[in-house]
């Protein structure tokens, strides 16, 4: 054979290079594409049809199809994934012909304008949203007709009295507003006699209908007005009708209190390393808690790390949130020793976060036993404790319920379904007082139970959301919230972590309109946040700033009336905050507590309270047993 010369080989080789360069040019487009930008066809105009059908041209590779649809003016949103005629995981099916693909709403939708937007998805990724395109819904069925009020309309001494007005035809459901002259308003929505949703119901008897008042009234002078709304939208306000409740035996007292701190349990949230942790910005503090620096022999339980944790908090008068994990990226789990041992427990190392990271193996019935007996031995040694506010929980990487790099196998790396429906029962069980958390990771069907499994899915744990604000909230961790229903908030926390997704996320979260147009402040009100971990804010942001963050989100009570007899006083709080608060606190007369707690007092309404206490002097404090020394809960009141 004849030897090329170095020449020849170099021309050679630059020419196989040329032709590989041009082959994987040519291939990768094929290897690696998302789908085709959607373009929208219909409807966009108006239409009486209030379940339409919404048709787009198909968008090549796509196997799925993503909606996006908004009223315009009222609080309605879909936000739901198509699958392309598969149904395998319990998705609707889109329906795709002739190059034309469709889907049909099946829940009816009121006389509005809606916007609406498709992006297509694969297994590459998601396409871009499609332009968005409007109709209106007009409805051919007539509106409610305008209610006429009946009663009360004069000075009565019973503070629950009875609303009725004239039955409207074709109204399904009432809306009541009812204003002080020196009280806030109520506003409250009535079902026609069917509790649908665990409204409050109206009793329509003879052509008049009627309904008790919801609370107990302050002495004051009130006007109220009723309204009649079905499938087609809302009918006219009524006419006002006015009234005054005069009680007899009680004076009204006056009261002035103002809200200078961030209130306990509520904020922006540093870690416990954090050098400006002892911040008047900050009541929380958050810890990620190791398994194996509790335990490394098998039932023998250490908590001195917990222990030494908790009252360094507690010396800044602030409170923990405590988040246990197994795995970090670039470190061992922090499994057990004694179940590393055993012979028959095999981890696993792989790459995450382009660190050498180690898994635990969830198919050993060991880690799964120890797991559920940890959290009963912490339940009964810390579930009372003042020093801890929040419990965070989870698997995967930080806890946060994903594997999204790195060797992810359901049931090897990540827990299996089954055991995860166990993990959450027996939180269930073993929690009675503390709240826990998990992330909004966990709506994904595939590696978890809770879409399968809404006994599950509805157990009351709270949620957590480690990308707060990022760019893609609205498309992608507002739709995770939603997986777990709008009202969650109503019993567990709501809360999470600003977005690190980029430098950019950090640097402007906090300013005054947000990192994308829109402050945290409203972020806080939508998402009823009670705190949300900041830890780099202080690199960004004035503590004047955080602070002002810090107060806008969990509960704010304000006291709205105060009148008293010789031994009973009756007060009115009204909850102006983001949510509600999730220990029992209690309105406090000369050291008598209220009867029924704050706890139930959901943000917007007021809530009359009736203390064993009055006199002509008395002193009003709200006190709760699940705070740490130095802490108050304060109220507004100008009265």
């Known amino acids: 054979m004849h030897q090329l010369s170095a020449v020849c080989q170099k021309q050679v080789f630059i020419t196989v290079f040329v032709i590989m360069a041009v082959w994987l040019f040519a291939i990768l487009p094929v290897l690696a ?46 936000v739901q994934w198509y699958e392309i005629e598969n149904n395998s995981t319990g998705y609707p099916d889109v329906t795709c012909t002739g190059g ?29 949203w499609s332009s968005g395109l409007t109709f209106t819904v007009q409805s051919n069925d007539s509106l409610p007709s305008k209610p006429t009020l009946l009663s009360p309309s004069s000075t009565i001494t019973d503070p629950t009295p009875v609303f009725s007005w004239s039955e409207v035809t074709g109204a399904t459901w009432y809306k009541f507003y009812l204003k002080g002259a020196t009280q806030n308003k109520f506003v409250q929505w009535y079902e026609i006699s069917d509790n649908y949703a665990a409204y409050p119901e109206v009793n329509c008897v003879d052509g008049v209908c009627s309904m008790a008042a919801a609370e107990s009234l302050f002495d004051d002078t009130y006007d109220w007005y009723i309204r009649g709304w079905n499938d087609n939208g809302n009918g006219g306000w009524s006419d006002g009708m ?30 416990t390393d954090n050098e400006n942790k002892k911040s008047e910005a900050i009541s929380l503090e958050f810890s990620y808690m190791l398994f194996n620096d509790i335990v490394s022999e098998k039932g023998v339980y250490n908590w001195q790390a917990v222990e030494n944790k908790l009252n360094d908090i507690a010396s800044r008068g602030n409170q923990a949130i405590f988040r246990f994990r197994y ?73 946060e319920y994903h594997i999204y790099d790195g060797p992810f196998e359901l049931g090897v790396t990540f827990p299996s379904k089954a055991f995860q429906t166990t993990f959450f029962n027996h939180l269930d069980a073993v929690f009675s007082a503390t709240p826990w958390s998990v992330s909004i990771d966990a709506s994904d069907n595939d590696n978890t139970p809770l879409s399968e499994n809404v006994s599950v899915k509805n157990i009351a744990y709270g949620l957590f959301d480690d990308s707060f604000m990022s760019e893609e909230h609205s498309t992608v961790n507002e739709a995770n919230w939603g997986f777990f229903g709008a009202q969650r908030y109503q019993a567990s926390p709501a809360g999470g972590e600003f ?22 402040e409203t972020f806080a009100q939508n998402f009823h946040i009670t705190y949300m971990i900041g830890n780099d804010q202080s690199m960004y942001q004035s503590e004047t700033r955080i602070k002002a963050a810090s107060m806008a989100t969990g509960y704010k009570f304000e006291i709205v009336s105060f009148k008293t007899s010789e031994d009973m006083a009756v007060i009115g709080v009204k909850n102006s905050g983001a949510a509600p608060i999730y220990y029992d606190a209690y309105v406090t007369v000369n ?4 009867v029924e707690s704050l706890k139930s007092l959901q943000p917007g309404n ?3 309270y009736n203390v064993l206490s009055g006199g002509s002097n008395p002193v009003v404090t709200i006190e709760c047993d699940r705070l740490v020394s130095g802490q108050t809960i304060e109220y507004d009141a100008n009265l």
């Open 591 to 594: 050291g008598v507590r209220s």
């Open 327 to 399: 795995v970090y990226p670039g470190q061992e789990t922090s499994v057990p020793d004694y179940i590393k041992n055993l012979s028959d427990y095999n981890e696993t190392t792989g790459e995450s976060e382009g660190l050498t990271t180690s898994f635990p193996d969830w198919t050993h019935q060991e880690l799964q036993n120890f797991t559920l007996e940890f959290y009963t031995k912490f339940a009964e040694r810390y579930d009372n404790d003042s020093r801890i506010a929040f419990m965070q929980v989870g698997f995967g990487l930080w806890g």
């Open 606 to 608: 007021t809530q009359t």
């Open 242 to 271: 006015r009234f005054t409740v005069s009680t007899p035996g009680y004076q009204t007292r006056s009261l002035q209190s103002t809200i200078t701190s961030v209130q306990p349990m509520t904020g922006i949230v540093y870690w």
């Open 100 to 128: 034309v693909c469709s889907v049909t709403i099946t829940t009816a939708l009121t006389s509005d304008a809606y916007t609406w937007y498709i992006r297509g998805w694969n297994d590459d990724g998601n396409g871009e």
């Open 499 to 520: 977005s690190y997704y980029t430098d950019f996320d950090q640097q402007h979260v906090l300013d005054t309109t947000g990192n994308f147009g829109t402050s945290f």
């Open 33 to 78: 594409q998302v789908p085709d930008a959607v373009i929208l066809t219909s409807p966009s105009s108006s239409i009486t049809n209030n379940t339409p059908t919404l048709s787009w041209n198909e968008a090549t590779g796509a196997t799925w199809y993503k909606l996006y649809l908004k009223g315009a003016t009222k609080n309605y949103k879909v």
